[in-house]
């Protein structure tokens, strides 16, 4: 079974994570949007519950389900919805990322880069990858801070956009970032956090680890 990325705010399980590997993750669209909106995330982490307790797609297992009380996450917090910088590559290249099963890569373009400035006025840079079909339309930006294995699940978290066409600004709103499937369910294969992914501050934001899974 072939899985992609997807990013709307009807919520949909379509399979990004496990793209060539036949294996499924978790991905959630919703409208790219250049402004804040807590509403709009209130909402989806409901629709994300749902998702979780009662699709098939669900990562949990049905003993998992039958104890499952919602996700955690740091309230929403607009200090974490960052104006970013998009770089394009002019020649993406491919590459090879680690994924939570070492014997597997996952070969994927590196398509360009994200550059935000935080609160502390600290500038950062995340590199953003799609599929080597490109025919999702989804920027896939996995990501690590200071916050892993304490507040957040210890591997990392992702973040996903939909790509608009010659749009070099977006909004890196850390407040939708999620965890990959493997967090949830150990059958799942999951790409790793490239070194270059790796935030040198605490984005409290987002998703938390899961407890009890």
């Known amino acids: ?11 949909q399980a379509l399979a990004f994570i496990m793209l060539l590997s036949g294996v499924k993750s978790c991905a959630f669209e919703e409208d790219n949007q250049m402004i804040y909106d807590e509403t709009a995330i209130i909402e989806r982490r409901k629709d994300i519950d749902e998702f979780f307790t009662s699709d098939p797609s669900s990562p949990l ?12 996450y740091f309230a929403p917090n607009e200090e974490y919805a960052f104006f970013a910088k998009f770089s394009q590559s002019k020649q993406p290249d491919t590459v090879l990322l680690l994924t939570s099963k070492g014997s597997e890569k996952r070969p994927m373009l590196r398509y360009g880069t994200f ?7 600290n500038t950062y840079t995340l590199t953003a990858f799609t599929s080597l079909s490109k025919d999702d339309g989804i920027l896939f930006i996995p990501f690590k801070d200071q916050t892993n294995g304490f507040d957040t699940y210890e591997a990392g978290r992702y973040l996903e956009l939909e790509e608009v066409q010659h749009e070099d600004e977006y909004l890196l709103d850390f407040n939708r970032a999620y ?26 934001a987002g998703e938390k680890r899961p407890i009890n899974q």
């Open 61 to 72: 297992t049905e003993q998992q389900k039958e104890s499952f009380k919602g996700l955690y």
């Open 1 to 11: 079974m072939n899985l992609r990325f997807s990013f709307m705010i009807v919520i």
């Open 115 to 121: 550059t935000f400035q935080s609160q502390d006025a």
């Open 179 to 204: 965890n990959p499937y493997c967090a949830y369910n150990k059958q799942y294969t999951c790409p790793l956090v490239p070194k270059e992914n790796v935030l040198l501050m605490a984005m409290k």
